[in-house]
């Protein structure tokens, strides 16, 4: 393998490490929170499912980002 394969190599690799962490972070995040709400307050699952979903569109939000901005570089 050439050192310019390797190196694009590595970069996709970062890249999909970048998004997946990305994707993750908020939903998992919202959920500790959502969980957390609702011990507190004593509700059964409602805040958990809102921040669910709010967590879901901060990940695909930050997807859509960073997707529109590589497309934009290349």
């Known amino acids: 393998m050439s050192k310019k394969s390797t190196s694009k190599a590595l970069e996709n690799i970062a890249l999909i490490t970048q998004i997946g962490i990305s994707m993750a972070v ?24 809102v921040f669910l979903i709010l967590g879901v569109g901060a990940a695909f939000m930050t997807l859509f980002k960073m997707t529109s901005r590589m497309s934009n570089r290349k």
Do not use: Y
Not at 29 to 49: E, M, R, V
């Open 26 to 49: 908020p939903i998992i995040g919202s959920i500790f929170l959502g969980n957390f709400l609702d011990k507190k307050l004593g509700t059964n699952i409602l805040f958990l499912i």
